[in-house]
């Protein structure tokens, strides 16, 4: 390959000597032949050097791995790596449609079994039953005994429910009693307002507020846990599941997430000795003289580095 290349590059000589003035000559042939030999080699290499300055600038390794960094796959293109650009991108792309394809999953599964406990679990029930457990059976004398009897009346499935009117006022007389000192498994304090806790514990929970849900018996003491594990009602169980369902979906969303900061974090790595391999690419010319038949003979070539 260097000797094809020698020839063509002495097809150059001319040309390249056309613009710079030939070296004093001697009355030393091998002197003269040195020289000229010479003023040739460095006429190429500076030809040589401005054609790789103009065809492959050198990268910044920084801008690079900052590029990738930022969005996986700019870095290497920078590089002009646009294979690599094109495989980062891609799984740049594939992790956040997981994200958000789960994430969404999971909102409409959320919304699903929130909507299932606003319809099938009441807090009036859950009040109710604490009542119904405990009056009669606490001497606390600020316990209401008796206060709340002629304001009950039978629900759908002939629950003793105290009425609309005013279960939000016996919720606080009774919030004090319903702790594990009086009834067995009360040990979590429902939250005033609907939040996450709030929705995990009406299923997550059954020992304490099992009863609540629409087809308990507030004679069955219900436990329990997800997956129907114990003894729960069919809704409770059913809940219990969507909100499983939700859960996984959102652990997918940050799968995807997970997937997505690691393809950061590679892309600004691989960014930077992609792009010093970029800047390491360069054309080296060799010379050397060779001994063929009694004679010197000029031998140049070009060197690739990668």
Known sequence: MKAIIAFLLMGLTMSLWAGDSEPDLQNNILLNRLRLNTQLEENLQSELQEEVKIGASQKSIGKAVLFSAVLPGAGQFYAQSYWKALAFVAVEATAWAINISNNKKGDDKTSEFIDFADQNWSEQRYWSYVYYKLNGRVEDPNFPTGVYDNLIQPDEANRPVIIDEVWQTAEEDLEPFATTEYLRGFSHHLPDEKTQ??????????????????????????????????????????????????????????????????????????????????????????????????????????????
């Open 197 to 306: 806790q709030y929705y995990e514990m009406i299923g997550k929970y059954p020992e304490q507020f099992g009863n609540a849900w629409a087809d308990a018996s507030f004679d069955v003491s219900y436990r329990g846990a997800y997956g129907g594990v114990g003894n729960i009602t069919p809704m409770n169980d059913l809940y219990t599941t969507m909100r499983l369902d939700a859960n996984n979906f959102y652990n997918k969303a940050g799968y995807g997430t997970m997937i997505a900061l690691v393809n950061h974090l590679v892309s600004a790595i691989d960014a930077g000795f992609t792009t010093r391999s970029f800047n390491r690419k360069q054309v080296e010319l060799t010379y050397r003289q060779d001994y063929y038949f009694g004679e010197f003979l000029n031998m140049f070539g070009l060197n690739l580095a990668f």
